[in-house]
């Protein structure tokens, strides 16, 4: 990704036939393409060619994943669907054991989709497709011939310890993937995206601060999955400047919010923080004075936060996740 100045292209063209040189490979720059943006259509040419390449246009793909500079749209992702199909057609399952089926059906998903996967939020549609194809596939019998689904597909793809057999559901694993990425920046995992993520997105706030709206596709998907990556996780609580007073799992078992619906529906403030709740428990403003169960609700509330013990200034929250 360069500047699109004579000078940048010439020393890119530099850059390439050094590795040429030094790696002993031979760029293919027939096959190679040239995405240029924010320029006339003849300056975007000339670009293409003083690389001597192709003038690529959006939307494209890269490793198997489509991109775009707009919004990809179902009609966009929906090839990386059929191609599952191809792979899962009933007639290659038919002299397969359902034990065999079944592993043929998790490794397709694995590989065709997974990685797709963890930077899209597949509509449901497309959810329902990849159901369609797995359920056909799964239940084929003799000829063109399908056998009668003794068992819904949904209670199919429930784990083993549940009643299931196991298959991976797209649609739960295109969250859990997702919500990985939630994960890796609420610890600081990463590197170069984790630097782009915090001072394009973040810019300084805690994850559970950040802005829903606006961004990319992909800061979109990650950030509606918010609340998922609450219900599987517990916070300890250091300053607690980066932790949800109401919605996060920092004091018991479930969320404050969930334990006390009747003083969240009248908080004036339901994105306080801990920190800010705490110093001075004044700041909780509600929207109206409380009534009878509100006041013993919100007795029952600061007898909990009695128990607590002091919060350190300047101590980092942590989170910890909890298997349910």
Not at 177 to 201: D, F, H, P, V
Request: net charge positive; with cysteine; hydrophobic share 45%.
């Amino acid at each position: 990704m360069v500047e699109g100045s004579e000078s940048d292209i010439a020393n890119l063209k530099f850059l390439l036939l050094c590795f040429q040189r030094m790696s002993g490979l031979t760029i293919n720059f027939d096959k190679s393409e040239v995405m240029v943006l924010g320029y006339p259509p003849v300056e975007a040419q000339g670009i293409a060619d003083r690389l001597n390449c192709r003038l690529g246009s959006f939307p494209t793909t890269y490793l198997g994943i489509p991109i775009s500079d707009s919004r990809l749209t179902v009609a966009d992702l929906r090839p990386s669907v059929t191609w599952m199909q191809h792979r899962v057609e009933p007639w290659k399952g038919r002299w397969l054991s359902k034990a065999a089926r079944v592993i043929l059906i998790n490794s397709s998903l694995a590989s065709l989709l997974w990685f797709l996967m963890s930077f899209y939020r597949l509509h449901e549609t497309l959810h329902q497709e990849v159901a369609k194809y797995q359920s056909r596939f799964y239940w084929a019998g003799e000829g063109d011939k399908q056998k009668y689904h003794m068992v819904s597909w949904p209670d199919i793809c429930k784990p083993k310890d549940q009643g299931g057999l196991g298959i991976l559901s797209s649609h739960r694993m295109n969250i859990a993937l997702l919500t990985r990425w939630l994960w890796r920046i609420a610890n600081g995992e990463g590197s170069l995206w984790l630097t782009i993520i915090q001072n394009k997105y973040l810019r300084g706030q805690p994850l559970a601060f950040c802005q829903r709206s606006g961004g990319s596709q992909f800061w979109q998907a990650v950030t509606q999955l918010l609340p998922v990556l609450r219900i599987g996780t517990s916070i300890s609580v250091g300053s607690g400047s980066s932790t949800l007073f109401w919605f996060d799992r920092w004091l018991g078992d479930s969320p404050l919010a969930a334990r006390f619906p009747g003083l969240f529906a009248i908080a004036a403030d339901p994105r306080i923080s801990v920190e800010a709740a705490l110093i001075d428990l004044g700041r909780l403003a509600f929207r109206r004075s409380f009534g009878p169960q509100e006041v013993d609700a919100w007795d029952a509330l600061l007898q909990d936060i009695a128990l607590l013990p002091m919060q350190v200034e300047g101590a980092t929250d942590s989170m910890a996740w909890r298997l349910e």
